[in-house]
Nanobody, 115 residues
Framework: QAQLVESGGGLVQAGGSLRLSCAASRSIFSINGMGWHRQAPGKQRELVAHITSGGRTNYADSVKGRFSISRGNAKNTVYLQMSTLKPEDTAAYYC?????????WGNGTLVTVSS
């Protein structure tokens, strides 16, 4: 089974909202941060948002003011609230857990934003 399980992707019209969820297995110890990355067709994977175990966040310039990353009360969970979605946000979104120099990845969830 996957160590990171994602949900919430789908098809949405431009201007709409989606909330992505991710839960990491408890078997992953000492997670110091979690994040979301995305990869659009024909493009490189890029960091969208990151949150540390202490709650500090950072975002790609392209999503600042529109996306919000948060951790659940269970620290192995992470969410990405996406608002004012644009067609250029269309991509496969991947959850990540950072453990030292290692990164654990989810299988990705597709987000498609129609014009």
């Amino acid at each position: 089974q996957a160590q990171l399980v994602e949900s919430g992707g789908g098809l949405v019209q431009a201007g709409g909202s989606l909330r992505l969820s991710c839960a990491a297995s408890r078997s992953i110890f000492s997670i110091n941060g979690m994040g979301w990355h995305r990869q659009a067709p024909g493009k490189q994977r890029e960091l969208v948002a990151h949150i540390t175990s202490g709650g500090r966040t950072n975002y790609a310039d392209s999503v600042k003011g529109r996306f919000s990353i948060s951790r659940g009360n269970a620290k192995n969970t992470v969410y990405l609230q996406m608002s004012t979605l644009k067609p250029e946000d269309t991509a496969a979104y991947y959850c990540a857990a950072y453990v030292g120099v290692m990164t654990y990845w989810g299988n990705g969830t597709l987000v498609t934003v129609s014009s």
